[in-house]
């Protein structure tokens, strides 16, 4: 069965206390995988995807990674505007562009 | 670039009763989605749509959800009649073309309380 799983489910950091957080998952043919960013009350906004395992991409102080069976999103000296729940999705093979989202990890930086 | 519209942003409703929520696509976009989440959950696909077509609805309760997305663009999902579990927000989101590489762009959701 095709999975997303995110960890940790909420994470709070000081400001510059820098992290990480986890996206498995369990898909048959990885076509990519997405990072979005959800503030409260708004939909998520696209973030950044990641074609193959060992793949980087970099945006501000966010960077993600993904290998065959997890990606990362490193936060490097967060900030408080960073706060945010962030989505990790994945398309399934051959459904035309029908994502799978994990729960989602809930950022909280406070000054 | 105009982003993607819905309305109404916030729908309280008793149960049994019908709501509608509209949706407004990026100009161009072929392919429009919309998902259901729930409180501390990922947002799960409802409905796709390609063009005025249904690619996928295997997740859509069909005995009270209809969605139909006229001349191919703007789109309306119906929930008759509603249930308490339906409370959640409801994201429409459109893409250039349903492949698997294109990103999504989300609109600001519908948040839809049933009492």
């Known amino acids: 069965e095709d999975q997303v799983t995110q960890s940790p489910e909420a994470l709070r950091l000081q400001e510059g206390e820098s992290s990480s957080l986890n996206c498995s998952y369990t898909v048959s043919g990885l076509r990519g995988l997405f990072w979005y960013r959800q503030d409260p009350g708004k939909g998520p906004e696209f973030l950044f995807t990641l074609y193959s395992a060992g793949e980087e991409k970099e945006k501000e102080r966010l960077k993600a990674t993904l290998t065959k069976k997890e990606s990362f999103l490193h936060i490097t000296a967060p900030k408080p505007e960073d706060s945010a729940t962030y989505l990790c999705a994945v398309p399934i093979y051959n459904q035309g562009g029908k994502l799978i989202f994990g729960q989602g990890t809930e950022l909280s930086v406070k000054p | 670039e105009a982003g993607v519209a819905q309305s109404p942003r916030y729908k309280i409703i008793e149960k049994r009763q019908s709501v509608a929520f509209w949706c407004n696509p990026i100009s161009g976009h072929a392919t429009l989605y919309w998902y259901q989440q729930i409180l501390g959950q990922g947002p799960k696909l409802l409905i796709q749509?390609?063009?005025?077509?249904?690619?996928?609805d295997s997740q859509l309760p069909k005995d009270r959800f209809s969605a139909e997305r006229l001349k191919g663009v703007d789109s309306t999902l119906k929930i008759q009649p509603a249930k308490l579990e339906d409370s959640a927000v409801y994201l429409c989101a459109s893409s250039p073309s349903g492949s698997s590489y294109n990103e999504q762009f989300f609109g600001p959701g519908t948040r839809l309380t049933v009492l």
């Open positions: 749509f390609q063009n005025n077509g249904v690619v996928d």
